[in-house]
């Protein structure tokens, strides 16, 4: 199994206990919005209550769920 493989198997957010925060931050192009919804869809898979925040202007977040996204917020049950 490749390294990258293994390493996201062991990567279970659902199953962190330290934190109720998650921060994804780095220079553009190295992944935060696929990490981050990622994450999210993970946590909510598992029955986690979970608010996904974009400061980013050129946010994609509407593409990764393929929904229109406004300054509302949504409730997805």
Do not use: H, W
Not at 13 to 40: H, N, Q
Request: charged share 20%; glycine share 10%; net charge positive.
């Amino acid at each position: 199994m490749p390294n990258a493989e293994r390493l996201m198997q062991s990567y279970q957010p659902a199953k962190l206990e330290l934190t109720k925060y998650f921060f994804f931050t780095g220079k553009g192009g190295v992944g935060k919005t696929s990490a981050a919804c990622a994450t999210t869809v993970s946590l909510a898979d598992s029955g986690k209550s979970v608010m996904l925040i974009s400061t980013d202007p050129a946010s994609n977040l509407q593409d990764v769920f393929g929904i229109e996204l406004d300054n509302k917020g949504r409730l997805a049950i």
